[in-house]
């Protein structure tokens, strides 16, 4: 099985799965790209996941189905227009022989959902939309840091070796801030590092893994003393506890450039 990041409009990845004769995409923003990669490479779509609701993540599924009559899956609790299969969590979906779970991660939009496999090719794999990006974290459209928290709570408790695909290239900036809360973090300095001599070469800094994360993401880090001193810094008197400080850091990321 091969994982491919396609990549579309300045920033997004719309991630594909193939077994050399089908493929399946995750939140096709754009039909173009992904109907080029089919043919160019000779593929069948199967499936189309989707993740939420947001047009950059959704704007490509009525072109493909129609053009490839590929099956939809999407969360059951966002506003979809397309006919689609619609799970939830603790659902299982089988795409290309491989069984992901369904996990419910409100926060960026209401009914979020992300894809998670204990075994693609002898590893975990998990399709995590605009949930959990490398560095960072979706923006609360339609959820409360209280939500957003326990949605990427779950995530981490993964497996350390869980491949993370985010679908946006934002892990430069997003380490930028990262430094800014944790200047004292060693395994951050390196990955950025590693991430900016990727990037000047255009490649993908993604798929990350949880374990990775875990050391260098500040939102999965609202525990550790160095990050909560530094949201206690910006926010000076504010509740020392992780939705408080969740909540900060997130304002601050907002605001931060
Ligand atoms: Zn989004
Ligand atoms: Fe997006």
New binding site residues.
Partial sequence: MQLIPIPAFSDNYIWALHDGRRAAVVDPGEADGVAHWLKQQGLQLDTILIT?H?P??TGGVAALREATGARVIGPAHEPMPEPLRRVGAGDTVEVLGLHFEVMEVPG??AGHIAYHTPDMDGRPLLFC??TLFSGGC?RLFEGTPAQMLDSLTRLAALPDDTRVCCTHEYTLSNLKFALAVEPGNAALVDYATRCQALRAQNFPTLPSSIGLEKKINPFLRTREVAVAQSALAREPGSANDAVAVFATLREWKNVFR
């Fill in positions: 939420h947001h950059d993540h960026h939009t939309g605009d979706g």
